[in-house]
């Protein structure tokens, strides 16, 4: 798969909830990287052991039921995409309805995710969640240190 192909088909995953697989995507190395993350939010998880711990229970916070407005920009660096898409579902824990624009730039090498940058809104994601010791409190359990 090209990077715009594997950025596809990792929304699809995320869409289908298939957390081990969407993991799955990134290299040994590879990181997520959150450049607006809240006060007690990880800023980074690094690996893929981490970012499968991370992952792993995000269908058990929000419950992801559409994907639109989705477009996957090719940068002038062929391993480099920008995904900009809106996510929208129900936060598990309050059955309240969650709708959040989110804007990634993620490299893939060889097949896998290098570096995903979430470029994401901590105040409406916190506001959403119930406040933001529960934002980082549901998003921060699956990281160590």
Known sequence: MNPCELVEHALDLLLAKDMRAFAGLWAEAGVIEFPFAPPGYPERVEGSTAIQKYLRGYPDLLDIQEITEKVVHQ???????????????????????????????????????????????????????????????AFAGGVDG
């Open 75 to 137: 940068s002038v660096d062929p391993e480099v995409v920008i995904a900009e898409f809106e996510a929208a579902g129900l936060v598990v824990a309050t059955g309240k309805p969650y709708r959040m624009r989110y804007v990634a730039v993620i490299t893939v090498r060889d097949g896998e995710i290098q570096r995903y940058r979430d470029y994401w809104n901590p105040l409406a994601a916190a506001e959403i969640m119930g406040g933001a010791d529960e934002l980082s409190t």
